[in-house]
């Protein structure tokens, strides 16, 4: 589960962020918009300024260059508060006010100019409220919310007087003024769209791409990519490896990393095959550092394209020079590595060159009950006790140690002598003899078989009720989120019970709750031998049960669920030496009649259940009204306690 929350933590972070930009867009169009809007207005007012009475007019312009007033200040507010990205809304929310307020005085001057002027100055006001509402669109492009606030008192107003105006050509002119409208509100929308889309796009290539650069800089090994003979890029690992700066390494000709330049040539003699064939290439050789040093490491490349050898080999190396001369040193003083060993909880091993045991000590002959003889003179693939490993597995395992490359963590079951199975995890390193030939490997194992044990109980606890075994609520909410999709591709229906037994309260409160726990886990027995193996039966907690069938054909087939479910609730309970004999009220909803999301499914399961209660227990109901009578049983088949 911690990896779909991850997800979702991260999608919601990207919402947040495309929020913010389309705010900070939608500001800084406006900038532009402000100066636009009073030029419109003072035109406007030029132009019908010989037909319209002056005080009405003075008034329009007059709060028309208040409300511009008031956008600039929201505009120097904003540019100064800087705000953060979750406060995006409540700045939009604050723009949409404002374009409310500028689209109803643009609204009203058909409402304030019209009537006192002549059909030429309505054509032109006609046209000026069109290209409001186009600069509109495109200025509020990155906000629904602003757009429609603006729009709605703008237009309606003013397509209302039209469509009521005289003659016919005005009113004509109000129905294209509306089809001129949804055209602009559609354009609104994909701009809307687009933007988002871009925006998302955006993000998530750069949180990506600085993703990939904490990935390519924080990585244990260096990383460079050689293109062709000279370095075009390296993280810091590289630079610390040979010891140069990031200046100084980019553009570095491939053969100063080398002792010698014939030494150069024969490594890309070595090379090449198997890198012009896509293929990866490992080796372990002498490289020279800034200093002249020269050290033993581990390099390994692959090309970018194999079709394209220009775009470069992606170099990545280790200094082993440590782990070498840690290994002679061990090699050299056996008795103080055995003293070592004999402090160790976990157990050693060694295998030689041809990958067959020659060693192994510690703890885990006597977790086990086999010897060292069973093992040494044997590949591991080779041991038969050794279960849980995959064929895909295995051949990875051999490509790693036919490659002389690090094994880690390596994990299979052994099973033991009195034939237990347990879990281990292994880990090793290739090992080099004086003369840098493969030698074999030596590595640890642990025995993990608590922890694998301890793994399985939490996921299990975590999804399933302690008290029943059943699953609880979240499991459930998978199942049902996995049957729906299911459903919608292939036309089933699926349908939910939600149960809820009729006066369990009072066994509690006479018997106490050790009896009522005990009838609650043989009810929950009860119920899972009535369903399928795809069906699931869940407890939500105290004395509620749902049951999700999959896969129905009609609805009258959960009715026989229920029907068997009360029935087999109805029978008695013995515990302790007292017999309960219970009721249940089932509430049902099926998908995709009542419902087509899971919550919506519990929703109406449980107001048919509560209508099923209401009645007086003991009787099942589907969600809708229609099918209450339908779905009830009848007075004989009624099951009372």
């Avoid at 033993?296 to 170099?315: K, M, Q, Y």
Wanted: net charge negative; glycine share 8%; with cysteine.
């Amino acid at each position: 589960m911690a990896e779909p929350y991850r997800l979702e933590t991260w999608q919601s972070g990207v919402d947040v962020a495309i929020h913010a930009e389309r705010v900070r867009l939608l500001y800084a169009l406006a900038r532009i918009a402000v100066p636009a809007m009073l030029a419109v207005a003072l035109l406007t007012a030029f132009f019908v300024w010989p037909a319209v009475a002056r005080g009405q007019l003075v008034s329009w312009l007059s709060m028309t260059f208040l409300c511009a007033l008031a956008v600039i200040g929201l505009l120097l507010r904003y540019r100064q508060a800087v705000p953060r990205a979750d406060q995006a809304l409540r700045w939009e929310r604050r723009f949409a006010v404002l374009a409310a307020i500028a689209g109803f005085l643009w609204g009203m001057t058909i409402w304030l100019l019209l009537p006192q002027t002549g059909e030429q100055q309505r054509l032109f006001l006609v046209l000026t409220l069109c290209i409001v509402s186009l600069g509109g669109t495109a200025v509020l492009s990155p906000s629904r919310l602003a757009y429609h606030a603006f729009m709605a008192p703008m237009i309606f107003p003013s397509a209302f007087f039209l469509l009521l105006g005289r003659p016919d050509s005005i009113a004509t002119s109000g129905w294209s003024v509306l089809i001129y409208v949804a055209v602009l509100v559609a354009v609104h929308e994909a701009l809307y769209r687009n933007l988002a889309a871009t925006f998302r796009e955006r993000f998530t290539s750069e949180a990506l791409a600085a993703e990939h650069g904490v990935i390519f800089d924080s990585a244990t090994e260096a990383i460079g990519l050689v293109r062709p003979h000279y370095l075009a890029k390296c993280n810091r690992q590289w630079c610390d490896l040979f010891g140069y700066t990031l200046d100084e390494a980019i553009g570095q000709a491939a053969w100063s990393w080398f002792p010698t330049y014939e030494d150069w040539r024969a490594f890309a003699a070595r090379c090449m095959a198997p890198i012009a064939h896509g293929e990866p290439y490992k080796e372990i050789l002498q490289l020279r550092r800034k200093s002249g040093e020269l050290f033993w490491a581990e390099i390994s490349g692959r090309v970018v394209d194999p079709d394209n050898l220009d775009l470069g080999v992606v170099w990545m190396g280790t200094d082993i020079g440590e782990r070498m001369r840690t290994e002679q040193a061990l090699k050299a003083s056996e008795q103080r590595f055995r003293d070592l060993l004999s402090l160790w909880t976990d157990w050693y091993w060694e295998i030689d060159a041809e990958f067959r045991f020659t060693r192994l000590s510690g703890q885990v002959l006597d977790n086990t009950g086999h010897s060292a003889e069973q093992v040494l003179g044997l590949r591991r693939w080779e041991i038969p006790f050794i279960r849980g490993v995959t064929d895909a597995q295995w051949q990875a395992y051999r490509e790693t140690i036919m490659a002389h490359s690090p094994l880690r963590e390596f994990t299979y079951q052994v099973v033991s002598s009195s034939g237990k199975l347990r879990w281990f995890s292994i880990s090793g390193n290739p090992a080099f003899d004086e003369n840098g030939d493969f030698a074999g490997y030596h590595g640890i194992g642990s025995d993990i078989t608590e922890r694998v044990e301890a793994a399985e109980l939490f996921r299990h606890l975590a999804h399933h009720d302690t008290l029943t075994g059943l699953p609880n609520r979240r499991l459930l909410g998978d199942r049902a989120e996995q049957a729906l999709a299911l459903a919608k591709r292939k036309g089933h229906l699926v349908a939910l019970l939600l149960l809820d037994l009729d006066d369990f309260k009072v066994i509690n409160d006479t018997d106490g709750h050790s009896a009522g726990d005990a009838v609650l886990t043989a009810i929950a027995q009860r119920l899972r031998g009535l369903v399928r193996e795809i069906d699931t039966v869940s407890r939500l907690g105290g004395d509620e049960f749902v049951v999700l069938l999959q896969e129905m054909a009609h609805p009258r087939d959960a009715a026989r669920v229920a029907e068997k479910v009360i029935e087999a609730i109805r029978q008695p309970v013995e515990i302790g030496g007292h017999r309960y004999q219970l009721g249940v009220s089932v509430g049902i909803a099926h998908f995709p009649e009542h419902a087509e999301t899971t919550e919506g499914l519990m929703q109406k399961a449980d107001t048919a259940m509560y209508s099923a209660k209401q009645t007086g227990g003991a009787i099942y109901r589907f969600a809708d009204s229609a099918q209450q009578g339908a779905g009830a049983l009848e007075p004989e088949g009624q099951i009372r306690r």
